[in-house]
Every structure is written in structure tokens, then in C-alpha cells.
């Protein structure tokens, strides 16, 4: 999952071939018309105008999609080992993924303001995920891990230590899970 301020984008993946079995997109979140599609690996699509005023709207249209009778790719939900979540902004907090707990839903909050178009929205689909999921491991993956292994001089503003140390200013960088499979890939 990968929510954005009025999208979320998804994939379905199958862990064993590392495959594609479905993805799409939900747009125009919280405005009056949306836009869902979604797209399986073995091309059969679907495209509908609906309205989605929230995150959890535009949850349960992936999940109707990916289990319904003409496009969908699984038969149960039961199938899915775990839901992972794209996280632009972790701040100081992570230097890897962490399995979502009340202590890591605490710390994706307090550093949303670092990415609150973001943020704020991939924490409401966590929520409601480990609300009407308990059962499923929801897996946060942090944009900003990759780069927390930056030597100071690289992340370091020309500011007060003090003043840095106390805000936290510095350098998280971005895109780090592209960054991340780049640099796994050469």
C-alpha cells in the first residue's frame, strides 16, 4: 500500500516468484468522484468513477477488486500474509522496516508533520488495516531508512549541533526504497 494525500496505489505480490498478481490505483480520494483501477497480471482490468471521502473507502475497493469474480486474483483474504506500507517520512526513528506495533504507529505520527501529505494518510490505512485485520502483520517500510547510514558530514545542516540535536534537522533523504533496490540490483 502507498497512500498519498488523496491517492493510494497498491500491488499484490506473490512472495514465492516475487510476481505481480494485481496493482492499481484510487484516486481522487475525498473529492466529490474518485477514480479506481485496477489491473491484474494477466490483463483483466477494471475502471470505475466512485466516490471514496476516505483512505478506508478506498481500502475496501481494493479489496472488493482483488476478490472479485471477474478481476480479482484471490479467493480469500486468507491468502495474504501480510499488508506492507510505503512510509515517505520516518525520521529519526527507523534505519530499517518494522512490523507495526502501537510504539511504531506512535513514531510514524509524530514525524508526519516531516511529510504530512503522506504520512497522515498511510497511517489512516495502517489503522484501519490492523482494525478490520488484526490477524494480518502490517509491514512499515520507511523511504528515509536507506539513508540514515549517511556519514554526518552528508546530513548535516550548517546550523547550531544544539539546534539540529533538539529538532532533529537534517538530511533524511528521499525515495529511499528505489535508492535501496538500485544500489541492491548493481
Known sequence: INAGSS?????LIDMDNEQMLAKGNCEKIGLEMGIFGHKTADGREKKI???????TEAFEQVKNALLDSEVGVIKDLSEVAAIGHRIVQGGWHFDDSAVVDDEVMAKILEVA???????????????????????????????TS????????????????????????????????????????A
Open 7 to 11: 491517492s493510494l496505489k497498491y500491488q
Open 49 to 55: 468513477e466512485i466516490r471514496m471521502a476516505n483512505h
Open 113 to 143: 508533520p516531516l511529510a504530512p501529505l503522506h504520512n497522515y494518510g498511510e497511517a489512516a490505512a495502517i489503522e484501519y488495516c490492523r482494525e478490520k485485520y488484526p490477524e494480518l502483520p502490517n509491514v512499515a517500510v520507511f523511504d
Open 146 to 185: 536507506f539513508h540514515m547510514t549517511m556519514p554526518e558530514v552528508a546530513y548535516t545542516y550548517a546550523l547550531p549541533k544544539d539546534v539540529c540535536d533538539k529538532y532533529h534537522v537534517r538530511k533524511y533523504g528521499a525515495h529511499g526504497t528505489s535508492h535501496r533496490y538500485e544500489w541492491m540490483m
